[in-house]
């Protein structure tokens, strides 16, 4: 049987393609496999479920290897865990909860990313100090009904039946608690932004 153009420019195609996965798993097992202990540390820091872990694994994977096989990235480190990092935001947005153990420290992991300059990062951690000394001045009623809704994400439900009081309560106490969290937060006597 004669080769037509078009048979012709369907297998040089193929041959192309098979090249660049080929290229594209060799990169993958000597580049980010190795990572995987890493992944998977970084992964449970911002994942309280550990039966998700594999699961998170694998989708970090695919994304990986599906983005090397468009170009693939200089630094294998830093794109992988920039991938789970977005991975982890894509299912904590699924889920609706914002734990804070979700803002993962990439800084612990010595990977470099896009990341904001020291500015910003200081000014970052000042805020967090600022909360934290925030909710530490709050009653304690209130402190615990704050972190359990918004940095636990239970429900309402979930926190009556912890705390045994009522929903009312239980909203009045968040209500309150946010309030004077913001109060306390805008109106630290230590932000050096005050005016005498």
């Excluded at 170009?71 to 794109?79: D, G, H, T, V």
């Amino acid at each position: 049987m004669a080769e037509t153009p078009d048979n012709s420019f369907e297998r040089r195609e193929a041959l192309e393609t098979d090249s660049v996965a080929s290229r594209v798993d060799d990169w993958f097992v000597r580049e980010v496999l190795p990572l995987e202990t890493s992944l998977r540390k970084f992964l449970r820091r911002g994942w309280r479920n550990e039966a998700d872990i594999r699961d998170l694994c694998q989708d970090v994977y695919v994304a990986v290897y599906e983005a090397a096989l468009r170009e693939i990235p200089a630094s294998a480190r830093a794109f992988t865990f920039v991938v789970a990092r977005n991975v982890l935001a894509d299912r904590v947005r699924r889920a609706q909860i914002v734990p804070i153990e979700a803002v993962a420290d990439l800084e612990a992991l010595g990977v470099s990313v896009d990341e904001p300059g020291p500015e910003r990062t200081v000014m970052a951690r000042q805020d967090l100090r600022k909360l934290q000394a925030a909710l530490e001045r709050l009653p304690a009623r209130w402190r615990e009904v704050v972190v359990m809704r918004k940095v636990q994400g239970l429900t309402p439900a979930e926190i009556v039946t912890r705390l045994g009081i009522a929903d009312r309560t239980v909203s009045q106490h968040l209500t309150s608690g946010i309030a004077a969290l913001a109060n306390l937060f805008h109106d630290d006597p230590t932000d050096q932004g005050e005016k005498s």
